[in-house]
């Protein structure tokens, strides 16, 4: 199955539409995604494997693989490093983003298969599918949606799916 986000901010679950938010800087083809620039990149990406914060949310009901996150969990976004767009655990010696948050927004992760293999840098790292901050605000890259909608994704995801993120009206794209 292929779910579907828009640069719009529409999300397409078996047939179900519903809202989600992608990057500040909008939508960007995979090609010209840079570390850092804000952009989701246009493309079909795999849904590699679901992690969650197991002491503020159950293990997810998904045939994906999944695995629980620690406070030590981080991923590597610094380009140049051999672990770039790969989980490390913290502390690590470059720069990482911490999976363990206090804001709510990586309870649920959905991995998805952005320039992984292998990472190239600085073409983009953590890119994911995760949970909508309360406000709304747009992601640095990821996609976000409502912790309703994320389990009703999971629940119908089967390894081999994927995400499209698509634009809505190709004079939408942003080059910068």
């Known amino acids: 199955m292929i779910f579907t986000a828009t640069s719009d901010g529409r999300l ?3 047939g179900r539409q519903t809202d989600c938010v992608l990057g500040r800087s909008g939508v960007r083809p995979a090609a010209d995604k840079r570390e850092g620039d804000g952009a989701s990149p246009l493309g079909l990406w795999p849904l590699r494997r ?8 159950p293990r997810p009901a998904t045939r994906l693989p999944v695995a629980a996150v620690s406070p030590e969990d981080g991923w590597c976004d610094a380009p140049g490093d051999p672990a770039y767009n790969q989980p490390v655990r913290l502390p690590y010696s470059a720069s990482a983003e911490q999976l363990w948050r ?6 649920l992760i959905i991995i998805l298969g952005h320039n992984d293999d292998p990472p190239v840098s600085p073409m983009g790292s953590a890119i994911f599918l995760h949970l909508i901050q309360p406000d709304g605000a747009p992601t640095a890259g990821c996609v976000a ?3 309703e909608d994320m389990l009703d994704l999971l629940a119908r995801a089967r390894p081999g799916d994927a995400l499209a993120i698509l634009q809505a009206d190709p004079r939408e794209i942003q080059f910068r």
Do not use: Q
């Open 12 to 14: 397409d679950i078996a």
């Open 50 to 57: 679901v992690l969650y914060r197991p002491d503020r949310e």
């Open 102 to 107: 206090e804001d709510r927004v990586y309870d």
């Open 145 to 147: 949606v409502s912790r």
